[in-house]
């Protein structure tokens, strides 16, 4: 269904890991993770994202059992539909190629999403 990124393949840490741009294929290092919120606006494509949900759930998943995603979910109040991810990755551009991975977007059935830098405080209990 979808591959995992060469660093998780390799073994690589999934929170410290990913690929270098100049490197060649496969070849990973370390940098420093970053939060980042992506807002997706949904239209009016109900019945076909509830066709494409299972894959959109799975794909979320498994960037959640990498710990890439560490919090995901759409919005449930009288606002526009949409969804609010939280993503842990090194460059913005790691981000984007995870919005770019997902089913819905894939699909065409996110109308617009925006990515940004979040430098959350999370409570350490």
């Known amino acids: 269904m979808f591959e995992s990124p060469p660093c998780l393949a390799a073994g ?56 890439s995603m560490p919090a995901y979910g759409r919005f449930t109040d009288e606002g526009p539909a949409g969804a609010l991810l939280v993503a842990r990755a090194g460059t913005k551009g790691a981000v984007e190629d995870m919005v770019r991975a997902d089913p819905f977007v894939k699909a065409g059935l996110v109308a617009e999403y925006r990515i940004r830098e979040w430098p959350a405080v999370w409570e350490q209990r």
Do not use: F, K, N
């Not at 690589?12 to 100049?22: E, I, Q, W």
């Not at 066709?51 to 979320?60: F, K, T």
């Open 12 to 67: 690589r840490s999934p929170t410290l890991a990913r690929r270098h741009a100049t490197a060649a294929p496969g070849a990973c290092h370390t940098v420093p993770m970053t939060t980042w919120m992506i807002e997706y606006t949904y239209d009016d494509q109900d019945a076909a994202r509830d066709e494409h949900r299972p894959a959109h759930r799975a794909y979320l998943a498994t960037l959640a059992d990498a710990g």
